[in-house]
């Protein structure tokens, strides 16, 4: 089954008119010695039936958010996606589309960019945004090296520890081989404190990246790092969380000259990492330094308002390598969904699930601390997600509390060696009392019962400073 | 049907007042509470739309596009073939889509299970050892492996500083090869389209790190010099990298490990047919040789008799190149495919592909000149440069038209070693019928009135868009209108 319509009298005729007698010699080119001489050693096709079955069967060894209560983030989270996102995203005129190169034959999708670009300066209060990067760690690296192309002099890049690892580890991958230094700012009480980052900066400081709200769920103190970055000169980047702009001052409010985002929050689903959403903001005077698609407004020849894809001149397609970026192919359906939700939700209802989540998660926070032994493990104010110390095992407690039905939290350890002792949680507007509840008996089941039974999972450790040149 | 009331931004459609969505009342006692200094006076000023001109808005808008679902779309080295909507509904299957990727391996061993398979499936069809699905596109998968040469030159204590890249190359080639630290040093093609094998061996020495080709080639040709290639490059001590972005042409045919290439990318939402989403997601998984191994991305899926698991154990790995584990929904639906499709669905795909572009191209070659021969492999590049010489009519005229005939236009001016380039790629889901028209609208084009393909698209709602005076004023966003 390969999708494939010529039927042999087709291909008779066809062969007929190219003036070959075979297919085999449409294939001639390739020397015999190169070929494959066997079929490929891949599983017999399936039916539709027998795939839909099979996949089905494979399904039930996942255990998915609806089956165990989702308290993970770091990230990706479990928020509620209203049906019109999937129902628009399931248009085959947009899906079955690809990049809008023929304005004519793609207002469809060009508009749909153009409000999502819109949609995002609403969000982040900054200038101009692009058309969408893949996810929020390359967006971190992309951010970073916008920022090297806007200060080329200048070679030092100082990233708090209180940023997502992963993103750590990919700006780290992504400079491997050039010529910047990028130096870790350690967060021990929880946040990247503005007074270690004036002893750590200095004019050869391209930029500055912060997280906010950071890795372990704690805020920033972003106004007072955005002054401190600009008083050397170098640029303020911050990765932000869209739904936390709900209720959080935006990231132009508080000087930020890059904002980057994950956008997996607004409208789609976790995926087990992806396809997500890179979101790049920025100010007016940087837009020719950014990487990635843009669509602009203009008139057609009739004067009609319409749309196209603009200052290509940065793009890998025109400027080879001397681009702003390599990013060709992008996360388009990822931003239509990102459009639908957000005009979905409107400025109320952003507000409205931003409060959701950050009133759940102080209350999953205030039952949980009453246990005995189980503490914040950071005195900063927090928005949805947050970190708690326990006395014994994290991992333990994870696998315990796995086999009762709950996706209970990241063990921190597992990045950030000084906090073995440490989980952090999410909470979104979808978790319920209940399940906040369940969850705290759960747990406090799980500690008296002292894991018994459950079987030490593997200690998983990944320190980001391994991973960099490695 | 062509929607003109959909051309309304939803900025312009917002009532203060109005909404789509609406959540439950909070059902927790705690007010909660963050710190004044750190709150907005009041949320972002998004567009306040109900429900149902929200709708229409957005699907009235989808009609304004062309699609593989409504048209025949020959975008040329985008391989714009039917998405199978079996893969639709499988892939949103909540037991799939709602996997957080950071929960325990034991609590997601169907997924890593398929995802195990697909690094195998990808190693045997690229005839490589070992596979990394992290990257997200094609342009991250060069990149990844670009670092990943880095690494292993860097290991051997080799310092290797230029990347080699025919001048038929896509411009992700050399942006990337920047992006990863190198030199670009561009090798200039032949009168046949294929490698100048003189102009590579001047360039070829001790710095030489990767040589990036695209084969068969973006001109639509299987580079039969590529035996000699590899061997060119591996006695330098240096490595082949392939683009990957044509393996419609060669699936089940002939392998890249087996003529040479030490590495290459996939692009999965062409090859494999994940829809191409109006620009994305793509997915661009790598395959590498077995000394390249150990550099691979991490995690990679791993296996223990029946168990799954991502193995993070892995010290000589470039890192991540981006955060969790890839585009799973993308990698599901490429799996999704090849399972469908099986060792013979597979070779089936590719021939057809060839048999498609091969008879387009004789129908076409007499009117428009194909440059670089009689044969292609699954695409093939057409020139307007007579018709342009002659007649004044560009490539873009000719793009513009088809679309009156409801055909989306090929690929217009790249590569860039042709001039008046129609880079044109019929896929293999294609029928000889869908083939034979678009055909006779070219042919009918070739002999239209100059003046009137200059203004052509005409039958759509829009014609020819000012691009310049997009650039010049920039206009990103919708700005509310300044009350006075």
Redesign the interface.
Known sequence: ??????TSE??R???A????SS?EE??????P????NR????????S?ME??A???????????????V?F?G???Y?HFI?A?V???A????????????????????L?????F???I???T?L???N??L?????AVAESV?MARSIQPQRRKVLVAASV?P??R??L???T???DLHIQTLPTPNGFLDPDDLKKAIDDQTLCVVAQHPNFFGC?EEP?ALADVAHQTGALFIVSFDPIS??????PG?YRADIAVA?GQCLGN????????LGLLACREEY?RKMPG??????????G?????L??Q?R?????????T??????????A?KA??Y???????????????C??????AA?RLTQLAGVQLRFNR?F?KEFTLQIEGSVPAL??GL?EKGY?AG?HLGRWYPELQNCFSMAVT?KR??AE?DGFVSALADQRDGACNGVPT?QV???PVE???H? | MDKTQATELLFELSRPGRRTHRLPDCDVPTEGSLPASALAEGPPPLPEVGEIDLVRHFINLSTRNMSIDTNFYPLGSCTMKYNPKRHERLAAHPSMTDLHPLQSDESCQGLLAILWEMQELLAEIAGLDGVSLQPAAGAQGELTALLMAAAYFRHKGERRSRVLIPDSAHGTNPASAALAGFDTVSVKSNSRGLVDLDDLRSKLDERTAVFMITNPNTLGLFDDQIATITELLHHKGALVYLDGANMNAILGITRPGDFGADMMHYNVHKTFTGPHGAGGPGAGPIAVRKQLVPFLPTPLVARSGERFYLDYDRPQSIGRVRSFFGNVGILLRGWLYIRTLGPRGLREVSENAVLNANYLLSRLKGVYEVPHGERCMHEFVASAWTLKRERKISAMDIGKRLLDFGFHAPTVYFPLVVKEALMIEPTETESKETLDAFADALLQISREDADFLHEAPHELALSRPDEVKAAKETVLRWQAPSTP
């Not at chain 1, 089954?1 to 010529?6: I, T």
């Not at chain 1, 702009?245 to 935006?250: A, P, T």
């Open positions: 089954m390969s999708y494939v319509l010529n087709d291909q005729a066809m062969l008119a190219i003036g070959v297919i449409l294939f001639h080119k390739i020397p010695s190169l070929r494959l079929p490929l050693q891949v599983p017999p096709a399936l539709e795939l839909t099979h996949l089905h069967q494979l399904a039930r060894r996942n255990r998915p958010a609806g089956e165990a989702c993970l770091g990230g990706a479990d209203p019109v999937d129902v628009i399931g248009r085959s005129e947009f899906y079955t589309a690809y990049t809008p190169y023929q304005a004519e034959a793609s207002q469809g999708s508009q749909v960019f153009f409000e670009q819109t949609l300066c609403q969000l209060d200038d101009v945004a058309a969408s893949y996810e929020g760690g390359s090296l997502h992963e993103y580890q990919t780290a991958t992504y491997a081989n050039l805020l106004e702009l709900g209720l959080l001052k935006r409010q994950e689903p976790m995926s087990y990492g992806g396809p997500y837009v698609r843009l669509v602009g407004q203009t008139v057609d020849r009739r009609r308002r319409c749309w196209v603009t200052l001149t793009e890998q397609h025109i400027r080879r390598e001397k681009a970026s390599n990013i060709c192919t992008n996360q388009g359906l990822m239509l459009t639908v957000l005009a979905a939700l409107g400025p109320q209802g952003l507000k409205e699930t931003a409060d959701l950050m009133r759940k998660a102080h209350y205030a104010p928005f994870l696998a796995l996706h990241l507007e319920t009392r906040i999972p998983r450790s990944e391994q991973t960099i490695g």
